[in-house]
C-alpha cells in the first residue's frame, strides 16, 4: 500500500489555511473594531497587540495558494479562474491594512486619520471578500472538460455576500476576545461589552448558514441528515452551542483568556463543519482531492520541502508569541 500523497497534500492545505483564519483573523477583527473605539491611545494600544506579528501570520496564506498550485493544480485553475476579482479585492485590502500598520505610528497627528481609514476599510475589505470566496466555495463551481465554464460574476449571490457578512462578524469576535486577553483598563472593559452582542450576531449567522446551506444543496443535506451520518456529525452542533454557552459564561465573570480560547474552538468547529460538508471535493461539487492531483513526482517532490519548513514556520511562530506574550498597555507596551 503506497503513501496516500493527494491525502497528505489535503491535509498540509487544510492546516494551512486554519491557522491563517485563526491568526490572521483576529488582527483583522482588530481593524473591523476600530471604528467602535475612538480614542487615539486605545487605538495605538490595539495595533500593537499585533503589530510584532502579523506579517507572519500571513505566511499561512502564502503556504496554502502555493501548496494548492503545487499540489492541485487543477483547482488552483478553477478557483483562481472563478474567484479572480474577490480575491483581487481581498489582496488589495490586505496591502491598505498592511501599509497602515507601517504608516500610522509614522505619521503627523493630523494625517493620522487617514490611515486609520485605510487600517479599518482594507480589513473590511479584506475579510468580506475571503468570505465571500468562502461562499462561492461552498456553493461550487461550473466546470466542463477541467475547465471554469461559469460566468465572471457567478460568485455575485445572496448567499457569498452574506458569508462575507457572516466573516466579518466572526473575526470580530475573534479580534474582540484577543483585545480582552491582551489589554486591561477601559479598554478591556470595552471589549467585554462588546463581546456579548458580538456572540449572539455569531451564533445566529452560524444557524442561518448552517439552514441555508443544506436547502440550497441537497448533497450537503444528505451528508448531514442520512443516517448514520446524523449520529456521527452531531457532536459538531452540539459542541457549538457549549462553546458559545461557555463564551457567554467567560465574558460575563469577565475572563482574560478562556474568551479567546473558546472562540478559536467556535472557529474550529465552524471550519469542521465545512469541512465534512465538502469533503472529499476540492473543487466543489464534483472534483475530489485525488481527481485534481497533480503527478506523484510533483506532490512528492514538494512534501520534502514542506515538512522541513513547517516546523520551522511552527517554532518562529512560537517563538514570536511567547516574546511579545503579556498585556499591552498605554505606557511600556508589553511586560
Known amino acids: ?57 500571513e505566511t499561512w496564506l502564502v503556504l496554502g495558494g502555493a501548496g494548492l498550485f503545487g499540489a492541485f493544480p487543477l483547482a488552483y485553475s478553477v478557483v483562481l479562474s472563478a474567484l479572480y476579482l474577490p480575491l483581487i479585492l481581498m489582496l488589495i485590502g490586505l496591502i491598505f491594512r498592511g501599509v497602515a500598520f507601517e504608516f500610522r505610528f509614522k505619521a503627523k497627528a493630523e494625517k493620522r486619520h487617514l490611515w486609520d481609514k485605510a ?35 457567478a460568485w455575485f449571490t445572496p448567499f457569498t455576500m452574506f458569508c462575507g457578512l457572516a466573516l ?37 449567522v452560524i444557524g442561518i448558514v448552517s439552514i ?4 440550497a444543496h441537497a448533497d450537503i443535506a444528505a451528508r448531514w441528515f442520512t443516517l448514520p451520518n446524523l449520529f456521527w456529525f452531531l457532536p459538531v452542533p452540539i459542541l457549538v452551542l457549549v462553546t458559545m454557552y461557555g463564551l457567554f459564561r467567560a465574558v460575563a465573570r469577565n475572563a482574560n483568556y478562556t474568551p479567546f480560547i473558546l472562540t478559536l474552538v467556535l472557529i474550529f468547529l465552524g471550519y469542521s463543519g465545512l469541512g465534512i460538508s465538502l469533503w472529499p471535493n476540492i473543487v466543489p461539487p464534483s472534483i ?48
Open 1 to 57: 500500500m503506497g503513501i496516500d500523497l493527494p491525502l497528505i497534500w489535503a491535509v498540509v492545505i487544510i492546516f494551512g489555511i486554519m491557522m491563517y483564519v485563526i491568526m490572521d483573523g483576529f488582527d483583522l477583527g482588530i481593524g473591523i473594531l476600530f471604528p467602535f473605539v475612538k480614542g487615539e491611545r486605545d487605538r495605538d494600544v490595539m495595533m500593537n497587540t499585533v503589530a510584532p506579528v502579523w506579517d507572519g501570520n
Open 119 to 153: 487600517f479599518i476599510g482594507g480589513s473590511l475589505t479584506a475579510t468580506f471578500f475571503q468570505g465571500v470566496a468562502l461562499g462561492a466555495f461552498i456553493d461550487g463551481f461550473e466546470v466542463v472538460n477541467r475547465q471554469y465554464a461559469g460566468g465572471s460574476l
Open 168 to 204: 466579518i462578524a466572526a473575526y470580530a469576535l475573534l479580534g474582540c476576545t484577543w483585545l480582552i486577553m491582551k489589554t486591561e483598563g477601559k479598554l478591556q472593559e470595552q471589549m467585554h461589552d462588546l463581546a456579548r452582542p458580538l456572540a449572539f450576531v455569531v451564533l445566529a
Open 212 to 215: 441555508w446551506t443544506p436547502l
Open 288 to 335: 475530489s482531492i485525488w481527481d485534481a492531483a497533480s503527478p506523484p513526482q510533483s506532490q512528492g517532490f514538494m512534501l520534502v520541502g514542506t515538512l522541513f519548513i513547517i516546523p520551522l514556520i511552527l517554532v518562529y511562530t512560537f517563538w514570536s508569541y511567547y516574546v511579545f506574550r503579556g498585556k499591552v498597555t498605554h505606557d511600556d507596551g508589553y511586560h
